[in-house]
């Protein structure tokens, strides 16, 4: 048959000489085949996530072909050029998305300075914020380190800025903070958007931890959350919602110091 047989070799009735030999192959066909799926999940999300913005530019290039309006014809032009942007933005998250999509990748990580990484961040959004005349703060100590990947805590960071500054209103305020309590490291974001419904919080963390299974079948989302959750999952976050002291909502990552799981029934939403 040409298809691919993955299925695991059996181990029964052999003999001892060859049982590390058979688990060896099993061990690797199980590799291969997650490999496979990842590949398979990446083709789904890229495909998904550029076809829309290609539509768009195909759409506008045949405008600014067709008409002899130059007015029709330069904002034709220059909504190709906003789409070729998104679809810039889109490769980079999905070269991101490639790095991170299997939770055991191979990162590295190590002790930075939590001040510096975040500063880089608002540094990152301070054009993003200015454009909506909302002040971005950052509040963290300035000796705070933890052990991480410099880049991908960025990433995940950044992604939750963006957010916050996307739902907040004009002249408002976006929130930034870090400390460690106990052995954890907690980074929250605060907005000051319309936030949601008391009883909302945890569907929203919930559905928060369900992006990974829908992102490739919601329209226009899914891919930044996806690409979050697997870089929380490479660091053993976690996070959660709840209400921000500012009207809107609070994000809060918490990182155990020592890099292992964290038990999420230990998971405060009020610790900052």
Do not use: W
Not at 56 to 62: D, I, K
Not at 114 to 141: G, R, T
Not at 224 to 231: F, V
């Amino acid at each position: 048959s040409s298809d691919l047989n993955l299925q695991a070799l059996p181990a029964k009735r052999l003999p001892d000489e060859l049982l590390p030999v058979v688990n060896q192959i099993n061990s690797l066909f199980q590799q291969l085949e997650q490999a496979i799926n990842n590949e398979r999940n990446f083709t789904s999300d890229a495909s998904h996530e550029l076809k829309t913005p290609l539509a768009g530019l195909l759409t506008q290039m045949q405008v600014a072909q067709k008409t002899e309006d130059p007015a029709v014809r330069n904002l034709a032009l220059q909504k190709a050029q906003q789409a070729v942007m998104r679809m810039t933005h889109m490769v980079q998250q999905l070269l991101i998305l490639s790095r991170v999509q299997h939770d055991n990748a191979s990162i590295s990580k190590q002790t930075l300075n939590l001040n510096e990484a975040l500063v880089a961040v608002i540094a990152d959004m301070d054009a993003v914020a200015y454009a909506k005349s909302i002040d971005l703060e950052l509040q963290v100590p300035a000796n705070l380190a933890m052990t991480a990947n410099p880049q991908l805590l960025q990433i995940l960071v950044r992604n939750l800025v963006d957010n916050a500054i996307k739902y907040s209103p004009n002249g408002s305020r976006v929130l930034l903070q870090a400390r460690q309590v106990e052995r954890h490291i907690l980074i929250s974001v605060d907005d000051s958007g319309n936030g949601v419904a008391d009883d909302d919080y945890q569907r929203l963390t919930q559905r928060f931890y369900r992006c990974i299974e829908t992102a490739a079948s919601v329209e226009g989302s899914g891919l930044g959350l996806s690409i979050a959750q697997r870089i929380m999952n490479l660091h053993h976050a976690q996070i959660s919602f709840s209400k921000s002291e500012l009207g809107g909502l609070k994000a809060l990552l918490r990182f155990p110091l020592n890099n292992n799981p964290i038990n999420s029934a230990d998971l405060s939403v009020n610790m900052m």
